[in-house]
């Protein structure tokens, strides 16, 4: 599997909503970093994403442009979101995940976060 079709498969994985998928695609001691946290370790990487889960109807993130290099890929996305209330959001940013084994060691998350 490519590194792209990884994030793509993790992007899946979040739009079903399946905590135990999305977190298959990190290492135990993985790096999760936003404009608005910075997150260590697997454990901490779940107390976030079943906020996010419970948080949102709908979470759809669709890969735009990517470029790879090493043990790395930066992939820009357009990301809609519908929160539990119905309203919708769209946002557009770009990630940047670096692989160790086939899994996310560190992901740097870039986007404005007024557009969540």
């Not at 970093?33 to 697997?42: E, F, H, I, K, N």
């Not at 419970?54 to 809609?80: H, K, L, M, W």
Request: one cysteine or more.
């Amino acid at each position: 599997m490519t590194k792209l079709d990884t994030v793509k498969n993790y992007w899946a994985a979040e739009r079903a909503k399946a905590l135990d998928r999305i977190l298959d695609h990190f290492c135990e001691d993985a790096e999760f970093v936003s404009p608005t946290m910075r997150l260590q370790g697997r454990v901490n990487v779940a107390e976030f994403y079943r906020g996010m889960i419970g948080g949102f109807q709908a979470i759809e993130v669709t890969p735009v442009n990517s470029v790879e290099s090493g043990d790395s890929i930066a992939v820009e996305y357009e990301c809609r979101l519908v929160r539990d209330s119905g309203e919708v959001r769209h946002a557009r940013g770009f990630n940047l995940f670096v692989f160790k084994d086939g899994r996310f060691q560190r992901v740097h998350c870039y986007f404005n976060p007024a557009d969540f």
